[in-house]
């Protein structure tokens, strides 16, 4: 029992660059409301096979991320099947613990679970993210001295134990009014990387 998932992160929010959240600062204007984006390229959960499968955070969070009470809604690849997307809800919902259970634990409510179309892709640093018609963004890194700008051990990650890479959002629309998101913004916070999650 338990899981072992490999992939992507993509994640966009309302923040400016760099989103305070990462470092434990209360976000700028007092609320993020951000798309936490997670694609599966190999992973098993309790022996059912999510590999190619992607699971979507669309999340408000309402004051400093450390103190939770985010409002969720869940996106779960529509290609899943019955089983995988029990497994993926099981795994990122923390009922398996790990590493997964200490974001979930921060997840006041969730206000809906729904099945969509999910394009995730990422290539030299660049990635695109859709969500149905609900969540639209583009991902560019953000450029150091010798190559990506990283996060390593900051207080707050949505992928502990890797690095984030700092990027920022030319789009990110995020229009879903019944729940509270009606975003179109350019050019704010933006963030990358891997993970490998095991529990």
């Known amino acids: 029992m338990g899981y072992t998932l490999e992939g992507y992160l993509l994640e966009v929010c309302t923040c400016k ?13 007092g609320k993020c409301d951000g798309v936490v984006a997670y694609h599966v390229d190999k992973g098993m959960v309790n022996n059912v096979d999510v590999s190619g499968r992607s699971f979507v955070l669309l999340a408000h969070i309402p004051g400093n991320v450390l103190k939770g009470k985010w409002r969720v809604v869940v996106y779960v690849d529509d290609k899943a099947t019955p089983q995988q997307e029990k497994a993926l809800m099981d795994a990122f919902t923390g009922k398996l613990g790990g590493p997964l259970a200490d974001q979930a634990q921060l997840i006041g409510k969730v206000l ?13 640093g660049r990635g695109t993210l859709k969500v149905g018609a609900v969540v639209e963004a583009e991902v560019t890194p953000l450029q150091g001295a010798t190559g990506q700008t990283t996060l390593h051990d900051s207080v707050f990650s949505n992928i502990p134990g890797s690095p984030a890479y700092v990027s920022k959002a030319p789009k990110y629309k995020a229009k879903l009014p019944k ?7 350019k050019n704010h916070n933006a963030v990358q990387g891997s993970f490998k999650f095991v529990a």
Do not use: Q, Y
Not at 180 to 185: D, E, K, M, P, S
């Open 17 to 29: 660059v760099i989103c305070p959240c990462w470092v434990g600062e209360d976000p700028d204007g």
């Open 112 to 124: 809906a679970v729904e099945r969509a179309p999910v394009t995730f892709a990422v290539e030299k």
């Open 179 to 185: 729940h509270g998101f009606n975003i179109n913004l």
